[in-house]
C-alpha cells in the first residue's frame, strides 16, 4: 500500500489534510508529531482504529528517530507540515522556530535522503517530499502587485524568515542531490481545527464568550483568504500530477483587508447564533458582536499586504478552490459551535488567548 509520512499531522492544516486524504485516496497516512501545543491528538481522535492510520510522536529534528520510522514505515512520499507557525510566537522566541523550521527541516531531507538511496528504481521514481510553505516569506506587497513563484523571498520576521531557509533547504536538495521535492506556498488557510492563537478562530471564540475583539494597528492590513480544504485538495492534486522541483502557489484569490474579515465573521456567527440568543451576553448592553471590536498596539514589523497569483497551479493541474469566503466563514463558525469540547481541550494553562509578540 502507498504510504505517506505527514509530519505535523496533529497540527491544524497537517490534521486536515490527513483526513482529506484518507476520505479521497486509499494511502495509508502515518502522522508524525511532536505534539507541542498546536499539534494535538483531540484532532485524529476519529482515525482511532482506522487501519490505514498510524501515529508516531517525535520531533522531526532527531535524526535518529526519522531514521526508525522510515524504516519501519517505508514511506512513498513525505508531506511536511511540521513547523512553529505564529508570527508573535517568533517574536518572543526565534531560537524555537529556527530549531523546528530550518534544523528540522534539514534533518527531515537527510532521513528522506538515506531512505531512497535504498530504495529500488521504480520506487525511487515514485518517492515525493512535499515541503509546505507559506506567502509571508515573500515579505510585504504594496497596494498593488501579486507573489508569484519567481518572487524573491524577503522575509521580515522570524517565522518568515525560518521558513524561507527550509524552502532554500528543499529546492537546494533537490539541485544538489536530485531530490524529489515539491514546495508550495499558499495565502492564510482558516476553517476547523485551527488553534485559538489565530486570528478567525481567536476572533470567533472571543466573540462566542463575550470578550473584546483585539485589532492590530489600524486593522486595515490584507490577507488573502483559502479554506483549509481547499487547500488540502490542492496538495494532494500536486502529489498526484505535478514533476519533480516544481513550485506552486496556492491562494484563495479572497483578499479582505483583517477588518473586513471580523465584521463578516461576526455576522456568520450572528446568523449561527443570534447575540440575544447567546447567554454570554445576558444583562449586558451589546446589540452587535463586532461592537467588542478593540484596537490595540500593531505587532512589530506586521506586514501590509500579501496576495498571491495562483494561475500556474491553475492552468497546469487544472485546480481551483471550490469553498468562497462567505461559505468557508459560514463553515467555520458552525464547526467551532460543535465542537466547543476541542477548543477547550487543546487549550493548555500557559495559552488562554492572550497578546503575544510584544517585545520590541
Given at each position: 500500500m502507498t504510504t505517506w509520512v505527514v509530519t505535523g499531522g496533529a497540527g491544524f492544516i497537517g490534521s486536515n489534510f490527513t483526513h482529506r486524504a484518507l476520505r479521497r485516496s486509499d494511502v495509508r497516512v502515518v502522522v508524525v508529531d511532536k505534539l507541542t501545543y498546536a499539534g494535538n491528538l483531540q484532532s485524529l481522535r476519529d482515525l482511532a482504529g482506522d487501519p490505514r492510520f498510524a501515529f508516531h510522536e517525535a520531533d522531526i529534528a532527531d535524526r535518529e528517530a526519522m531514521d526508525r520510522i522510515f524504516a519501519a514505515e517505508q514511506p512513498t512520499a513525505v508531506v511536511n507540515f511540521a513547523a512553529e507557525s505564529h508570527v508573535d510566537r517568533s517574536i518572543d522566541g526565534p531560537v524555537e522556530f529556527v530549531h523546528t523550521n530550518v534544523l528540522g527541516t534539514l534533518q527531515l531531507l537527510e532521513a528522506a535522503r538515506a531512505h531512497l538511496a535504498g530504495l529500488p528504481g521504480a520506487a525511487r521514481e515514485a518517492f515525493r517530499f512535499l515541503q509546505i510553505s507559506t506567502d509571508e516569506v515573500y515579505g510585504s506587497l504594496g497596494a498593488e502587485g501579486l507573489f508569484r513563484e519567481d518572487t524573491a523571498f524577503a522575509p521580515n520576521s522570524p517565522y518568515s524568515a525560518s521558513k524561507a531557509g527550509a524552502d532554500h533547504l528543499v529546492r537546494a536538495y533537490h539541485e544538489t542531490f536530485g531530490m524529489p521535492t515539491l514546495l508550495t506556498h499558499c495565502s492564510n488557510n482558516y476553517g476547523p481545527y485551527q488553534f485559538p492563537e489565530k486570528m478567525i478562530p481567536l476572533m470567533l471564540l472571543n466573540a462566542m464568550e463575550g470578550k473584546p475583539l483585539p485589532i492590530y494597528g489600524d486593522g486595515l492590513n490584507v490577507r488573502d483568504w483559502l479554506y483549509v480544504e481547499d487547500h488540502c485538495d490542492a496538495l494532494l492534486r500536486i502529489l498526484e500530477a505535478a514533476k519533480p522541483g516544481s513550485h506552486y502557489n496556492i491562494g484563495g484569490r479572497a483578499e479582505h483587508t483583517n477588518l473586513e474579515i471580523i465584521e463578516r465573521l461576526?455576522?456568520?456567527?450572528?446568523?449561527?447564533?443570534?447575540?440575544?440568543?447567546?447567554?454570554?451576553?445576558?444583562?449586558?448592553?451589546?446589540?452587535?458582536?463586532?461592537?467588542?471590536?478593540?484596537?490595540?498596539?500593531?505587532?512589530?514589523?506586521?506586514?501590509?499586504?500579501?496576495?498571491?497569483?495562483?494561475?500556474?497551479?491553475?492552468?497546469?493541474?487544472?485546480?481551483?478552490?471550490?469553498?468562497?469566503?462567505?461559505?468557508?466563514?459560514?463553515?467555520?463558525?458552525?464547526?467551532?459551535?460543535?465542537?466547543?469540547?476541542?477548543?477547550?481541550?487543546?487549550?493548555?494553562?500557559?495559552?488562554?488567548?492572550?497578546?503575544?509578540?510584544?517585545?520590541?
Open positions: 461576526c455576522a456568520a456567527l450572528e446568523a449561527a447564533l443570534p447575540i440575544a440568543e447567546n447567554p454570554a451576553y445576558t444583562g449586558r448592553d451589546i446589540e452587535r458582536y463586532d461592537a467588542l471590536k478593540t484596537f490595540v498596539d500593531d505587532r512589530p514589523g506586521h506586514d501590509r499586504r500579501y496576495a498571491i497569483d495562483d494561475r500556474k497551479l491553475r492552468e497546469e493541474l487544472g485546480w481551483s478552490p471550490a469553498v468562497d469566503l462567505a461559505t468557508g466563514l459560514e463553515r467555520t463558525v458552525a464547526w467551532y459551535l460543535q465542537h466547543r469540547e476541542w477548543s477547550e481541550a487543546v487549550q493548555s494553562g500557559s495559552y488562554r488567548r492572550e497578546r503575544l509578540g510584544l517585545h520590541p
